[in-house]
Each structure stands twice: as structure tokens, then as C-alpha cells.
């Protein structure tokens, strides 16, 4: 089954803002870090923000200052605030976590565009 459900995403014009949503299921008993990667047309997918449970952020340099992620432990959720969006932005966003049952999970992917 579906383990983590995305939202959020769609098509905004250059310097718009979006914010995905990736809630976790019952079953996965605890999660430790948990965040945003994506994929990009013709590149190699990367790592946007994760939260390292410590409570400690990691930023790619790219969306450092536009980016914000935020998580709410009692719903299991985690959000990704886009702000200032660029045209490069354009990718699939997935939505990661890992914890126990020992194992990493993945989103389905939700799509981000932006044009110019």
C-alpha cells in the first residue's frame, strides 16, 4: 500500500509560490528524518530539504532563502513551502522518509512547473 500521499502541486508562473503536503501512514510505526527530493527533466534526483529529527534542517543550495520545510509529528505530516519559484524548479517533487519498519519510503511524486 501507499505509504506516503502527496499534494500540493501544480503549475505557477515564475516568482509564485506553492506548498506540498506528504502525509505518512499508520503503518509506519515511527519516522525519523523525513523530506523533499526531486527529479528534474534530464537530471539525476536530488536532495530539496529534509528534516535529520534531530530538528535540524538541510537545505540544497539552490532553495536555500525560498524553501521552508515543516513538520507536524502528531499527524505525521511534512510540508515543503515554495516560495519565489524559478522556472528550474520544474521537477517532480518526492516526498521521503525512513524509519521503522526499518527502510526507506518514497511519495508517488507530485508535479511542480513553473513558467516563465
Known amino acids: 500500500q501507499v505509504q506516503l500521499v502527496e499534494s500540493g502541486g501544480g503549475l505557477v508562473q515564475a516568482g509564485g509560490s506553492l506548498r506540498l503536503s506528504c502525509a505518512a501512514s499508520r503503518s509506519i510505526f515511527r519516522i525519523n528524518d523525513m523530506g523533499w527530493y526531486r527529479r528534474a527533466p534530464g537530471k539525476q534526483r536530488e536532495l530539496v530539504a529534509v528534516?535529520?529529527?534531530?530538528?535540524?534542517?538541510i537545505y540544497a543550495d539552490s532553495v536555500k532563502g525560498r524553501f521552508t520545510l515543516s513538520r507536524d509529528n502528531a499527524k505525521n505530516t511534512v510540508y515543503l513551502q515554495m516560495n519565489s519559484l524559478k522556472p528550474e524548479d520544474t521537477a517532480v517533487y518526492y516526498c521521503y522518509a525512513n524509519g521503522v519498519p526499518a527502510g526507506a519510503y518514497w511519495g508517488q511524486g507530485t508535479q511542480v512547473t513553473v513558467s516563465s
Open positions: 528534516d535529520i529529527s534531530t530538528g535540524s534542517t
